[in-house]
């Protein structure tokens, strides 16, 4: 079966068609600018040139036509009729207290991603919209949601409830979620393979380091607490969120700069983090470039980036009871070398030794710890398409 996964967001999409006999790739794309003029859609075919389309797409309807369309071309397409898609895996941010797993979407289903809106306004109307989009092309094919919350779902009350007046949960689900669930899922599961043992046997805790951050420990098979929270703006510091702060911060800098609510959340979301910090970019290597060259808000704004890495690390240790291996993926943690060295300084103590020259790696699996470190530091590319079309292929077949 050939599966078809698709990642909705505002004014994207991105997709990947699956050959599920191999688990090949047969062809990824992105098509940008969904509802903005200039919309263009990239697709890579397997094994031929990249093609570029140049379209106005006014709606997510228009932009999977296109895709559909680019998906059967004779020339650069990689199927021959849109019957070989045995299914459509969709990425679903947020599933609320209600999926501990991927399911078939159904009615019911669209409901919950539906009354998830109000807790995840950026991400799930987008992916609703994406869904409605490919049922209405593809009705006779199963459409399946995987959700990024869902593999945090083993969470117990002492480590996702927040101490305020508990009526918050019984009335809005306030709660910790957390999210890059598939990411953390499918590196933890390649760790255990490492390691040689039953995952349900392994303690782990992963590092989800992208422009998006978040970490995860666990224990028994089981997540036992993540870095990120109700919303993704909790835990570690991002690219352009500001991570775990003190909350008074928020009404104080309500009440100095007269922000609305719509704008404290932008400048806490959008405009804080690396950005807002460093003053420099979002992007990681430019702040490592401008530190490098002696801008040292730079400087801060990384040690700041550490410094809460490495806390999480160390209080996941503690939560664990002890830890096999830390796990670095996603953009900075595949690809990040010095970053890496940077946080596994000095944490001998808690038994993390990394070989400096086996850490000077991009993009490979691979085991970059000394010989005598008590816990393993692995580099895991992460693969959130292949886990969403293989629960896809799962639930469909
Ligand atoms: P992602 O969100 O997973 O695509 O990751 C994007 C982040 O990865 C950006 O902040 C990039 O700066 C960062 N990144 C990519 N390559 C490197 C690198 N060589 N060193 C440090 N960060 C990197």
Do not use: W
């Not at 009354?115 to 109307?125: S, V």
């Not at 933890?188 to 989800?208: R, V």
């Not at 030794?353 to 991009?362: F, G, P, Q």
């Amino acid at each position: 079966m050939k599966v078809l996964v698709v990642n909705a967001g505002s004014s994207s999409i991105k997709y990947q068609v699956m050959d599920m006999t191999d688990e090949s790739v047969l062809a990824v794309g992105l098509v940008d600018r969904v509802g903005i003029p200039g919309s263009t859609l990239e697709h890579k075919p397997l094994g031929k040139d990249e093609v570029v389309i140049k379209k106005d797409l006014p709606d997510h309807t228009a932009g999977m036509e296109l895709v559909l369309e680019v998906l059967v071309n004779p020339e650069y397409g990689c199927i021959q009729s849109m019957d070989e898609i045995g299914a459509v895996g969709h990425r679903v941010v947020h599933g609320g207290e209600a999926f501990a797993a991927s399911v078939v979407i159904d009615d019911q289903v669209k409901k919950v991603i539906r009354d998830c809106f109000d807790i995840a306004p950026l991400h799930n109307p987008p992916n609703l919209m994406g869904i409605d989009a490919c049922q209405r092309l593809m009705p006779n094919v199963k459409h399946v949601a995987v959700f990024d919350t869902a593999f945090h779902q083993t969470m117990e009350p002492a480590h996702y409830m927040y101490a305020i007046p508990y009526e918050a949960y019984e009335k809005f689900r306030i709660r910790r979620y957390g999210f890059h669930g598939t990411s953390h899922y499918y590196v933890a599961h390649q760790a255990a393979e490492m390691l040689g043992k039953p995952y349900e046997d392994c303690k782990i805790i992963t590092l989800h380091l992208g422009n998006g951050a978040s970490m995860a420990a666990i224990k028994d098979g089981k997540v036992v607490e993540t870095s990120m929270g109700f919303t993704p703006l909790e835990g570690l510091v991002m690219g352009t969120r500001s991570g775990d702060i003190d909350p008074a911060i928020v009404f104080f800098l309500m009440d100095k700069l007269g922000m609305d609510s719509q704008e404290a959340n932008n400048y806490f979301n959008k405009k804080s983090g690396m950005l807002g910090l460093s003053g420099v970019s979002n992007d990681l290597r430019d702040v490592l470039e401008a530190a490098a060259s002696g801008n040292e808000r730079a400087q801060i704004a990384l040690d700041v980036y550490y410094n809460a890495i490495k806390g999480y690390i160390g209080n996941y240790i503690a939560k664990l009871n002890g830890c096999d291996c830390i796990i670095f993926t996603a953009g900075v943690g595949e690809n990040g070398i010095d970053t890496r060295a940077d946080i596994c300084a000095d944490l001998d103590a808690l038994g993390i030794k990394m070989d400096i020259e086996k850490n000077k790696v991009r993009g490979k699996k691979v085991d970059v710890a000394t010989a005598d470190s008590q816990i393993r530091i692995f580099i895991i590319p992460t693969n959130e398409e292949l886990v969403i079309a293989r629960d896809t292929y799962g639930l469909a077949k």
